[in-house]
């Protein structure tokens, strides 16, 4: 298992700061979070930490909610549905169509300027996760591979 | 229609159970199996999921014997939709959502899910739990781990931790810890035929048999793992009484304070366990476990059992 800590108070309310910044919203509730390798962020329970400070093998604990790459916040699907109905900036809405395709992996066009780095798709009530704005006025989502629907 | 091919043994096998209808099983196991699926109320409400997935045309009918699980009904390909990716639905077999219900977790509890990828049942169980008290996913293949990683990602599961060990060894670092085990032992798979026709082609006594030494092993460390007064199930997607009744037996003979429970589930048929086969004997507390036969719900093969462990020590 990638080397996994606690995050520390200070940068677990440095990572809630960004949050706020980016999506208007610090809150994963009563939840501990922990840091694996350089950059990604899991969320889980006091209990599971300390069952699995017990257990051999362990290749991993919790559910992966965010990568930080450096001042932003990249929200996986799952960290955002967790946080979906707190998040009140930088929301881009989906129609179906464009739901599939950003699940495929596909950048999607948008003709409005978004003034953001990365935003959070919805369709629907659901959320999901992060895409990147690039200066054209894609936004690439941020789905990884093993995720994305099979193109036909 | 193209003809499924038995090894010998497998004809041996199948004459040889008292109370099995040969023809049906191999008429289902030429048929695709019913598709069903169960909804993920760790993610939305089940009401919500249904009725976005009746709106896409999903022709869903509630499954009796297990909560969250449907039939889907009409001809559609659930796996490419988006409520699939995204983790409102998981799609499992019928059947396989039966061990689950009979090992009944709560919130709160401490289990454990022995040979868990790739996670149909781990999720199934994180489900239940409600992201309260822990789950531990362990199996021994890092192939089929990345798989239980991505299910138990795709579902929203907080409160689990995977791990990679022979599942053999847990007492050494986990004897009477947990409220709840599972042991969905790895089998010959004659209760799935209708997606593997391998598994019939290759059947054979002797793999059978090497397999419920490695399947006793396992179910004796689930066993041991359990805390006084838990409960484990024992199950395998086969219908051979070596990996099935000979492994209960012989796991009451070395742990005296197993005691095998009845099932009760919904709508669901259900046969007792062999009493005798092949001349032998076992004990008639092994009629307690259940076999479900694949062309009895148009689903997969199932042998079931329900074990508690009395008093205080292993
Ligand atoms: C029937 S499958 C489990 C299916 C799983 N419970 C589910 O519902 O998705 C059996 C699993 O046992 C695992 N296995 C085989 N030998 C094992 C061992 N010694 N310890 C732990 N797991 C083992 C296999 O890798 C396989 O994934």
Redesign the pocket.
């Known amino acids: 298992m990638k080397r996994t800590i606690l995050l520390s108070s200070s940068k677990s309310s440095a990572f809630q700061t960004m949050l706020e910044r980016q999506y208007g919203t610090k809150d994963f509730s009563d939840k501990i979070l922990i840091q694996v390798g350089e950059d990604k962020i899991r969320l889980t329970t006091n209990d599971t930490v300390k069952v699995a400070e017990k257990m051999r093998g362990v290749q991993s604990l919790g559910l992966y909610v965010a990568k930080v790459k450096g001042q932003d916040v990249v929200l996986s699907i799952e960290g955002s549905q967790l946080l979906c109905n707190n998040i009140k900036k930088n929301r881009i809405e989906l129609t179906e169509e464009q739901a599939r395709l950003w699940m495929v992996g596909a950048p999607i066009q948008f003709e409005r300027l978004i003034a953001a780095k990365y935003v959070v798709a919805f369709y629907k009530n659901i959320c999901l996760g992060c895409g990147r704005v690039s200066a054209d006025g894609k936004v690439y989502p941020q789905v990884p591979k093993w995720r994305r629907i099979q193109q036909e | 229609m193209s003809t499924i091919r038995i090894s010998e043994d497998l004809k041996n096998l199948l004459y040889s159970l008292p109370e099995i209808d040969v023809e049906s099983l191999l008429e289902s196991y030429r048929k695709p199996m019913r598709q069903s699926i169960r909804v993920n109320t760790l993610k939305a409400k089940e009401e919500d999921i249904v009725s976005m997935l009746r709106e896409k045309g999903v022709e869903l009918e509630k499954i009796p014997w297990t909560r969250y699980g449907y039939w889907v009904v009409n001809n559609v390909n659930v796996a490419s939709m988006l409520e699939h990716v995204l983790g409102l639905v998981y799609i499992q077999g019928a059947i396989?959502m039966a061990p689950v219900e009979v090992l009944s977790p709560k919130p709160g509890e401490l289990v454990l899910?022995?040979?868990?990828?790739?996670?149909?049942?781990?999720t199934q169980i994180a489900q239940i739990l409600q992201g309260e008290g822990v789950i531990v996913a362990?199996?021994?293949?890092a192939k089929?781990i990345r798989a239980l990683s991505s299910n138990v990602q795709r579902c929203g599961i907080i409160n689990c931790i995977i791990t990679q060990a022979?599942?053999?060894k847990f007492p050494l670092w986990a004897k009477s810890f947990f409220d709840k085990v599972l042991v969905?032992?790895?089998?010959t798979s004659l209760g799935i035929v209708s997606k593997d026709w391998g598994a019939a082609k290759n059947w054979s006594f002797r793999a059978s048999e090497r397999l419920s030494k490695?399947q006793l092993s396992?179910a004796i460390s689930g066993f041991d793992c359990l805390k006084a007064s838990g409960t484990m199930v024992y199950a395998t997607?086969t219908l051979s009484p070596q990996e099935n009744e000979w492994v209960i037996e012989h796991l009451i003979m070395s742990r005296p304070n197993a005691r095998l429970e009845s099932i009760k589930l919904e709508g669901l048929k259900m046969n007792k366990g062999l009493l005798e086969w092949q001349h032998k004997k076992f004990n008639p507390e092994v009629e307690r476990c259940v076999r479900v036969y694949p062309y009895e719900h148009e689903a997969e093969g199932f042998f079931i059992v329900k074990i508690t462990k009395e008093g205080e020590g292993s």
């Open positions: 396989s899910d022995l040979c868990a990828a790739p996670g149909s049942k781990t362990n199996d021994v293949n089929r022979d599942g053999r969905d032992a790895p089998c490695l396992l997607c």
